[in-house]
């Protein structure tokens, strides 16, 4: 991709899924790139998976002062920020009525009170500079319904609007995205299925798969990179076809 070369990039939840895959791709265009992650030995797995790594960074990212703290030893480390891939979340499966209000404080706590920590720490650094992009893994989850995942949606719905926002009061210096993932067949989640589990999930996506890692990351790329030049304040939705129906492709 055209301007990646050289950039500084910062991946939070970098060391699992998206976001590690997301790191590689960063790096095979020549960026410099830090992981933030609160899992140990994720980051000592990543180190070891990506040895070209700038480096990686400790935060939990809903304690703010963590998250700011993080933010500046990645500004050290790589002399500078370009490029914030603002992607660490979590989830948790339960029914509507069976939610507790620690489950919905944690989601909202890290899915969107964490995004915003982390944006802002990072959109002050690049506004005092050459600016910047910051692009936000929203999810399918935060464009339509979907049951026994209310805290999560309600949180990536939160992150779709905040990318918005910040989109218009941060240009023309900052460029703000999101990308919404539908299905993805990361490690974990291959994990929890069956073949059979698997092959019926499948079955309902129009284009009979899951998403790989990388392909989100490529988007992540393009986005990040000069050919988007003029792409801010929008939500991309990778999710093959699945949302494209309604009811019907569900």
């Known amino acids: 991709m055209r301007g990646l070369d050289g950039k500084r990039v910062l991946i939070t939840g970098g060391a699992s899924g998206i976001g590690a895959a997301t790191a590689s791709r960063f790096l095979q265009e020549g960026s410099a790139v830090v992981v933030l992650d609160s899992d140990a030995q994720g980051r000592e797995g990543i180190r070891r998976k990506l040895p070209d790594l700038a480096g990686t960074v400790d935060a939990d990212v809903s304690d703010q002062q963590q998250v700011r703290s993080a933010v500046d030893d990645a500004v050290k480390i790589m002399g500078g920020l370009d490029v914030l891939i603002n992607n660490a979340g979590i989830s948790i499966r339960h029914k509507f ?3 507790t209000a620690e489950e919905w404080a944690k989601i909202i706590a890290v899915n969107l009170t964490g995004v915003f920590y982390v944006a802002q720490a990072a959109a002050k650094h690049m506004v005092e500079h050459d600016g910047g992009v ?10 339509v319904g979907y049951p026994n995942y209310a805290d999560y949606n309600a949180s990536k719905a939160g992150v779709i609007e905040l990318t918005r926002s910040m989109a218009l009061e941060l240009a023309p210096k900052i460029r703000v995205c999101a990308v919404a993932p539908g299905y993805v067949l990361t490690p974990m989640q291959r994990a929890e299925y069956t073949e059979q589990m698997l092959n019926e999930v499948n079955s309902k996506i129009p284009m009979q798969r899951h998403a790989m890692p990388e392909e989100v990351a490529s988007l992540f790329a393009f986005l990040a990179s ?3 030049s003029y792409l801010t304040g929008h939500v991309y939705t990778i999710d093959g076809a699945e949302t494209a129906g309604g009811l019907a492709s569900r």
Request: overall charge negative; charged content about 20%; cysteine-free.
């Open 97 to 99: 009525l069976d939610i």
């Open 134 to 143: 910051i692009l936000q893994t929203a999810s399918t989850n935060g464009v």
């Open 226 to 228: 000069d050919e988007a």
